[in-house]
């Protein structure tokens, strides 16, 4: 598995635009309908990342990776053994690249309503989270990572999966996958979820 970040506030404008050059016609079109700039920039920042995330991976030229999406929008590359997901959130994206199916998902840390956890979390992930000051994106991450992982996209039922997590150890309710929590930037929380391949 191979995790890369980068920070837009990084990246110059030249780069930007070449990065917008070697998109596919159809993510140009959809970027470009983008009304606020710095979606534009996260969204050419992933697809710039994936590319040389994925072809370091495989072994490739990044002009052969050729991205798809499942009818529920998880982005594959096309005719190649590979994996991959990616997050955007505040000024950072990130990818995930894997010979396992994966997921991955950043949150900046903000303040939010206490109450929004009612929404998603269980009764324990709620006691975790009212113990742990980054406990709400930590659970929160993790499960978006999950459905990532998994591709179902919105039409997932959130409860479906919790989270019990002790002493940085990470069990999921679903047998056969591997979470973990990556430390980008002290601003961030960001979780990834692996399936791992031939589990019981
Ligand atoms: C669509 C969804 C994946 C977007 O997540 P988000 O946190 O708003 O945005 P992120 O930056 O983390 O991810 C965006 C990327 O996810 C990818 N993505 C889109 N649909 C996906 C799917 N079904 N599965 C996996 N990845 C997907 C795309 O590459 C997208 O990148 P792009 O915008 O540059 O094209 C998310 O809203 C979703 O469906 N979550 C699943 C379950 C759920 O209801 N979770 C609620 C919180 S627990």
Redesign the pocket.
Known sequence: MIISISDIRKVKKSELSAWFEQMSDERKQAVSQMKVEHKRN??IA??ALCRKTIADFCGVEQNKIIFE??K????FVKDLPVHF?????GDMVVCAVSDCEI?????KIRNINPRAAEK?ATDSEKDYISKNINGFFEI?TL??AY???I????G?D?RDVSFDICEKKILCSENGFECSFIEPDADYICSVCKRIKNAP
């Open positions: 996260l969204r992933a697809d999406h499942t529920t929008g998880k982005p997901n990616v997050s955007h959130s997921g991955i998902d950043i949150e998603f929160w499960k978006e459905f990532k992982c591709g179902t996209g919105l997932a959130i």
